[in-house]
Every structure is written in structure tokens, then in C-alpha cells.
């Protein structure tokens, strides 16, 4: 938070407006590592936009033209408890 410009080279405009603590900001932030590790492509931090629904459950949304969205589903959960934010990222295979 000490640090806007990571803030804003990390997190989409979106994100940026809920954010708005650390720990979000570092569950927003592992969870994007997540996604880029489960889905095995190269992806920079805006290309990954993980935004809540209406339950508030995060919702990812890649936006690259190395990930197709027809083929492919992917779920986050995201947890941070004090100094520490962890997040898990499963891709689903929907086209089978």
C-alpha cells in the first residue's frame, strides 16, 4: 500500500476499487500467480482480472489470446489471515 505504482502495475482498474487494504491487495496478487501457474501460459498481471460475484466469491477472467475461455474455466480461492495471503487456482477442461 506504501507503494501505488505496484498497486497499479499489479491490479486492474477494477480490482483497484475494491481493493482497498493490504491483504486484499496480497490475495489479489498470489491468486493472479495462481492463475498464470495452473493455466501454463505466459500472462501479465492486467491480462488476469479477478473481481467477486455476486456472493462475493472471486471470478477470474483472462483476457490474453493464449487462453481460450470456450475451452477452458478457471477457479481461484483466495485466504489471508494477518501478515500471510494464499491463493489456489484450478483450470477446468469444459470443452470435453
Known amino acids: 500500500m506504501r507503494r501505488p505504482s505496484f498497486i497499479e502495475r499489479v491490479l486492474t482498474a477494477k480490482e483497484r476499487a475494491i481493493c482497498k487494504t493490504a ?3 496480497a490475495g489479489r ?3 493472479k500467480e495462481a492463475v498464470a501457474k495452473a493455466a501454463g501460459i505466459e500472462l501479465t498481471w492486467q491480462e488476469v482480472e479477478i473481481l467477486p460475484d455476486e456472493l462475493g466469491a ?3 477472467s483472462i ?3 493464449g487462453f481460450d475461455a470456450a475451452q477452458y474455466r478457471v477457479h481461484v480461492s483466495i485466504t489471508h489471515e494477518r501478515n500471510y495471503a494464499a ?3 484450478v483450470v477446468e477442461n469444459i470443452a470435453l
Open 87 to 89: 491463493a489456489v487456482a
Open 58 to 60: 472471486p471470478v477470474v
Open 23 to 25: 491483504s486484499s491487495v
Open 29 to 31: 496478487w498470489a491468486a
Open 63 to 65: 483476457n490474453s489470446s
